[in-house]
């Protein structure tokens, strides 16, 4: 059992950054992984990125990529997502989530995790 906690978010003004953190308390060792989603009002969640706790490998969505970067603090067993250049669009509540997987770690649909955080608020707006 994995249990996930999200902090970090706000108001940012357009082209602003933000950075948001999920801390994960349990086990986290093995084939486990861990992701960013994101969900504005009346659209559905929408995948951001991911990461594979073992060796910090990541993968990104494409409307994020170059903007959006995913970091770890091990000892804390934190994730971290670095967003800069923030827009409008990327205004959602921010879920992290969490899962063990065989195979790939590519993991882009939210059915796939089995942990969740409680979601942190992004708002870009000027």
């Known amino acids: 059992q994995v249990q996930l906690v999200e902090s970090g978010g706000g108001l940012v003004q357009p082209g602003g950054s933000l950075t948001l953190s999920c801390a994960a308390s349990?086990?986290?060792?093995?084939?486990?992984?861990m992701a960013w989603f994101r969900q504005a009002p009346e659209k559905e969640r929408e995948f951001v990125a991911a990461?594979?706790?073992?060796?910090?490998?990541?993968y990104y969505n494409n409307p994020v990529k170059g903007r959006f970067v995913l970091s770890r603090d091990n000892p804390k067993n934190t994730m971290y997502l670095q967003m800069i250049s923030l827009k409008p669009e990327d205004t959602a509540v921010y879920y992290c989530?969490?899962?063990?997987?065989?195979?790939?770690?590519?993991?882009?649909?939210?059915?796939?995790?089995?942990?969740w955080g409680q979601g942190t608020q992004v708002t870009v707006s000027s």
């Open positions: 989530g969490g899962t063990y997987y065989s195979g790939s770690y590519y993991l882009p649909m939210d059915e796939q995790y089995d942990y």
């Open positions: 349990g086990r986290t060792s093995g084939n486990y992984a």
């Open positions: 990461m594979r706790w073992s060796d910090g490998a990541t």
